[in-house]
């Protein structure tokens, strides 16, 4: 599975967007992106996935580059229920049991 | 709908004790997984299951035993708890990638906080 990297921490103004970045620049053509979030060691919860088309649900917004090396989380609007460790995680699709490896992931503080 | 529940929520243990930590989902997915997740750290890894009766090592599997009897049950053993065992303990079930298993992601349940002195 590709290597991801996200930066460690992000604030973010209450009712702003959130624009979380990640960085997996040998991301191979079948592996996909997904995002998940731990909100204050509670287990973590699934957000959205992509594969090359940028895709939108009632959580949040996921960008794609063209290239496919990197990606962004879009939170349109982010209020404190959004403080949590965000991660990253690209992976095949299937395989061997769906295991997800989790990195360090972003720490997103929103503040009022 | 539980989802996933994980029994105990909290557990002090005492060095070279033993104890499980139990794990139930009501969603009839065929994968489950723990993962242990150390002070400010992601998850890693500890075992996974496909199904009722297949169980594998993940990434740190050493000082844990697994068994998966039912598709409902994944409790995961530990034998002889040591200091580096200290850690908050999460099961995790999913449906396999055929049954849709992108779309829905993983569930996770609440997890198990465990102190080992």
């Known amino acids: 599975d590709a290597k991801t990297t996200q930066p460690p921490s992000m604030d973010c103004a209450e009712g702003r967007a959130a624009n979380l970045p990640c960085n997996h620049s040998t991301i191979s053509g079948n592996e996909y992106v997904y995002w998940y979030r731990q909100i204050h060691s509670q287990g973590p919860q699934y957000i959205i996935h992509g594969l090359k088309n940028n895709e939108t649900n009632e959580m949040a917004s996921l960008i794609i580059t063209e290239d496919r090396k990197s990606s962004t989380l879009i939170l349109p609007h982010a209020t404190l229920r959004d403080t949590a460790v965000y991660y990253c995680?690209?992976?095949?699709?299937?395989?061997?049991?769906?295991?997800?490896?989790f990195g360090g992931g972003t720490r997103l503080m929103v503040k009022p | 709908n539980a989802g996933v529940t994980q029994t105990p929520k909290f557990r002090i243990l005492k060095i070279g004790q033993s104890m499980t930590l139990q794990c139930t989902q009501d969603?009839?997915?065929?994968?489950m997984y723990w993962y242990r997740q150390d002070p400010g750290m992601g998850l890693k890894l500890i075992y996974y299951s496909v199904g009722a009766g297949i169980t594998d090592k993940g990434e740190v599997p050493n000082g844990y035993n697994v068994s998966r009897s039912t598709t409902e049950d994944f409790p995961l053993r530990l034998e002889l708890a040591a200091p580096s065992q200290t850690s908050v303990y999460f099961c995790?079930?999913?449906?396999?990638?055929?049954?849709?298993?992108?779309?829905?992601?993983?569930?996770f349940g609440s997890g198990t906080r465990l102190t080992v002195v």
């Open positions: 969603m009839n997915h065929n994968y």
């Open positions: 995790a079930s999913s449906r396999p990638f055929a049954q849709g298993a992108i779309i829905y992601g993983y569930t």
């Open positions: 995680i690209v992976r095949v699709a299937g395989g061997a049991g769906n295991m997800l490896t």
